[in-house]
């Protein structure tokens, strides 16, 4: 079972709240009755939100004046920011969202006296991978931890398992054949497994209410640990 702190109040910043990850966090922040003020930075909205905990703002991720502002008085950022289909862009359109706007966020995060920051990302990555996206992404959490927030917490899930088909055929296949690889991922091979996406959400917004640490790798058994489900 995950150590939980039983006095936390949480005050969060979140960017990246519209994806499939985003979507399963903010709904269980909005179950925490620790949650003090969450604000959502975003493109566009998400409808019927009623909780008068949130606050919404619509910005443009590839501009840190238009957000800075709204980041004072936060102690913890989330950022589940990311695109579903490296494969469908460029890479240099990939770099531009998921690793300068982030790390902008990140910078502005820190700026706005941010403490904590947790981050959506890979299982394997390495500033030194010759796999471009992996690189990319290691590369994004060096320049993070350069930052020196009070503590970083990043997610490595390997394949995030929706319960929809959301990118076509391949995903489609993908999605269906996954689950027969988990009895052959055991042992140090456990990071690989695939990862439902409500579990992921659950445990990025669990993770707020665990003792701080100053660098956090969090993978498969952690995800379950933090949802105390397996």
């Known amino acids: ?3 939980i702190l039983p006095t936390t109040s949480l005050s969060v910043v979140m960017m990246g709240a ?5 979507t399963e966090a903010l709904k269980k922040l909005r179950q925490m009755p620790e949650l003090q003020q969450l604000s959502l930075l975003g493109r566009r909205e998400i409808p019927n939100l009623p909780t008068p905990l949130i606050r919404q703002y619509k ?13 004072e008085g936060h102690q913890f950022a989330i950022c589940t920011l990311g695109v579903g289909q490296p494969s469908k862009i460029s890479k240099e359109e990939f770099l531009r969202i998921d690793q300068q706007a982030v790390l902008d966020f990140a910078k502005a995060c ?3 006296g941010v403490q904590h920051f947790s981050l959506l990302s ?11 996206f992996l690189r990319a992404k290691g590369e994004l959490v060096a320049a ?3 930052l020196d927030f009070e503590s970083f917490n990043v997610f490595q899930p390997s394949m995030i398992l929706t319960p929809e088909n959301r990118y076509g055929i391949l995903q489609g296949i993908t999605l269906a054949v996954w689950p027969f690889f988990k009895p052959l991922l055991f042992g140090s091979l456990r990071k690989y497994r695939g990862i439902p996406v409500s579990i992921l959400g659950q445990a990025i917004a669990t993770n707020l209410l665990a003792p701080p640490k100053k660098l956090r790798y969090l993978t498969w ?9 397996e």
Not at 122 to 132: E, K, L, M, Y
Not at 221 to 229: A, G, S
């Open 18 to 22: 519209t994806g499939a990850v985003g």
């Open 144 to 146: 993070i931890i350069a």
């Open 221 to 229: 058994d952690d995800f379950y640990q933090l949802t105390e489900k």
């Open 122 to 132: 890979s299982v394997g990555i390495d500033a030194n991978s010759s796999s471009f």
């Open 110 to 112: 820190k700026a706005a």
């Open 1 to 3: 079972m995950a150590t």
């Open 59 to 71: 910005i443009d991720i590839f501009e840190a004046n238009s957000y800075q502002k709204y980041l």
